[in-house]
């Protein structure tokens, strides 16, 4: 089956700094890849999304790069602000619709 | 408003009570998930659903049943063979290869 790695597990910077958090994946038949944002007692919020014939997508602040030779895909998030301060998950979704998820980064931006 | 309710936001549980915790969705999805989360780890997909009337186990389905007799309704129950199910829940949907949204989660104590 799929297995997603995630890095780092926690990560703080200095508001308006940048953030990257990278993910790799295994089964080379994946072809979707979401980063979900999680507020403590809350459920996931997709914040971006990429699909597997696409290498870079933006959305204002944040961007999703995907390498598929190397089988790995990072998120990154510019001028970060406190709001940003959560828990971040990558998933990779794979021919039968199945998600799997890394273990999150937990994310503080420092005001 | 459309998306994805669960109930309770909180459930207690004696030891050997079986509990049924409530998924339901109004975006007219085909798939439905059932996720465990617990502190430190990514989530981890007990069942799933492409269909109504079919669903297939996840990877850790020991301890867990659930039913999908509507397109809506996804209930996952928590037996008591279940020997440790403290943990986070969360249901999601999805339709066929588009991306999967999350319900804002059951967390189950047992007492």
């Known amino acids: 089956g799929e297995n997603v790695e995630q890095h780092p597990s926690t990560l703080s910077v200095q508001e308006g700094d940048s953030a990257v958090i990278k993910c790799t994946y295994s089964d080379s038949a994946s072809n979707y890849f979401p980063w979900y944002k999680q507020e403590l007692g809350k459920g996931p919020q997709l914040i971006i999304d990429?699909?597997?014939?696409?290498g870079e997508k933006k959305d204002q602040r944040i961007a999703v790069t995907l390498n598929k030779t190397a089988k790995h895909f990072s998120l990154h998030i510019t001028e970060t602000q406190p709001e940003d301060s959560a828990v971040y998950f990558c998933?990779?979704?794979?021919?039968?619709?199945?998600?799997?998820f890394g273990t999150g980064t937990s994310l503080t931006v420092i005001p | 408003d459309g998306g994805i309710t669960q109930s309770p936001k909180y459930l207690f549980r004696k030891e050997g009570q079986n509990v049924t915790l409530s998924c339901e969705q109004n975006?007219?999805?085909?798939?439905m998930y059932w996720y465990r989360q617990d502190p430190g780890q990514g989530l981890r997909l007990i069942y799933y659903s492409q269909i109504v009337n079919d669903f297939q186990k996840g990877d850790i389905a020991e301890g867990y049943s659930v039913s999908r007799e509507k397109k809506e309704s996804f209930p996952l129950t928590v037996t008591s063979a279940q020997k440790n199910p403290t943990a986070f829940y969360l249901c999601?949907?999805?339709?066929?290869?588009?991306?999967?949204?999350f319900g804002p989660g059951t967390r189950l104590t047992v007492l």
């Open positions: 998933a990779a979704r794979n021919t039968g619709n199945q998600f799997y």
């Open positions: 990429i699909r597997s014939n696409v």
């Open positions: 999601a949907s999805s339709g066929f290869y588009n991306e999967q949204f």
């Open positions: 975006l007219n999805h085909d798939a």
